[in-house]
């Protein structure tokens, strides 16, 4: 058992939303019945370690509301440890209205997140963070894209954490409309890679931050400026891999899984940051992170909702179990 004093391990950053999905297909205008949940790339990442054993912290604002309630308890629900997640009485909660898609599309979203809890966030709300216990921290470009004090805070994150010796990964997670112009997006999301110690973005990310096309030639962007390795998310087609983990210079590509059923694709991506970054955290060699990344990001698109399809230990051991997981030895 751990003490409920014992300061996280892996520390995740950035807003969590109430999210209301809709009940039945249509237009929301349309729709009457919602359903309840919470929404986050970055929570949905938290989310996914803790259920995958690791003391996972989480660190932002809500609304002193109803819908912040619910985050608090739906989060800490999960296991994760919300010390670092402030209740601010002067801004709300934000929320996220989802439509319900058919076969697989990507299902339209509303958002009213303007002037939220969470966009308030500054560098002043990680002062209680002991950087000095942390392993591994996980960052993603939606924080900077809210506002000039998100931004300040996603620098001083990656800083500490540099500072500190853990390791850092970064998932774009691309949010344009948040952005002034795709030059200023670019410029400081490729600025944050360049801090991080493992890069992931889906390909069409990469060859909009990076004005490349290949899979190869965006890794080697990132790697000469800074990162140690750059995983790319292929869709169905798999990923890519190419870097220095473990003092081994290493490219490669891993397949990805068949899914008989699509039915909810938002999330994918976050499941397989929770497949790679585990991996990579159990010591697993970069083929086995990928197909790691590649299988939970499989589980996640079989189900309804942004985070429902990630597993727990027991249920991803079932599941590497049936599925033989490629080695380099």
């Known amino acids: 058992m751990r003490s ?31 359903q309840r949940r919470i ?18 912290g989480w660190l932002s604002r809500v609304g002193n509301d109803g819908f912040g309630r619910y985050i608090r308890r739906t989060l800490e629900a999960e296991g994760l440890d919300c010390r ?6 002067e801004h709300p909660t934000g929320l996220v209205f989802k439509e319900r898609a058919a076969d697989g599309a990507d299902p339209h979203v509303e958002y009213f997140r303007r002037g939220s809890a969470a966009s ?38 990656l800083d500490k954490a540099r500072e500190a010796g853990a390791s850092i990964s970064f998932d774009p997670n691309l949010r344009p409309s948040l952005w002034d112009s795709d030059a200023e997006m670019a410029t400081t999301l490729n600025a944050m890679a360049a801090k991080s110690d493992w890069v992931l973005p889906g390909l069409a ?31 169905p087609e798999g990923s890519y891999y190419r870097g220095v983990i473990g003092g081994r210079e290493q490219s490669l590509m891993v397949p990805g899984l068949p899914v008989a059923e ?15 970054i585990s991996a990579l955290l159990d010591g697993r060699s970069p083929r086995e992170a990928l197909h790691r990344g590649n299988l939970i990001g499989a589980e996640a698109v079989q ?27």
């Open 205 to 235: 990310e990469g060859q909009r931050l990076t004005g490349l096309s290949s899979h190869q030639d965006i890794a080697d962007f990132y790697l000469e400026r800074g990162a140690k390795a750059v995983i790319i998310k292929l869709g």
């Open 303 to 329: 189900v309804r909702g942004d985070m429902e399809g990630l597993p727990h230990r027991a249920r991803l051991e079932q599941l590497e179990a049936l599925i033989d997981t490629p080695t380099d030895r």
């Open 84 to 89: 670092y997640l402030i209740n601010d009485p």
């Open 262 to 276: 699509v039915v909810d694709t938002v999330g994918a991506g976050d499941g397989f940051a929770v497949g790679v």
């Open 4 to 34: 409920p004093d014992t300061p996280p391990e892996v520390l995740a950053f950035g807003e969590a939303m109430t999210m209301f999905v809709a009940e039945h297909q249509g237009e929301l205008s349309d729709v009457e019945h919602f």
């Open 39 to 56: 929404a986050g790339a970055d929570t949905n990442v938290a989310i996914g370690l803790a259920r995958l054993g690791r003391r996972v």
């Open 120 to 157: 308030h966030l500054s560098p002043d709300d990680a002062a209680a963070v002991d950087f000095g216990a942390l392993r591994h921290l996980h960052a993603t470009g939606i924080p900077p894209a809210l506002s000039p004090g998100c931004r300040e805070l996603s620098w001083h994150m």
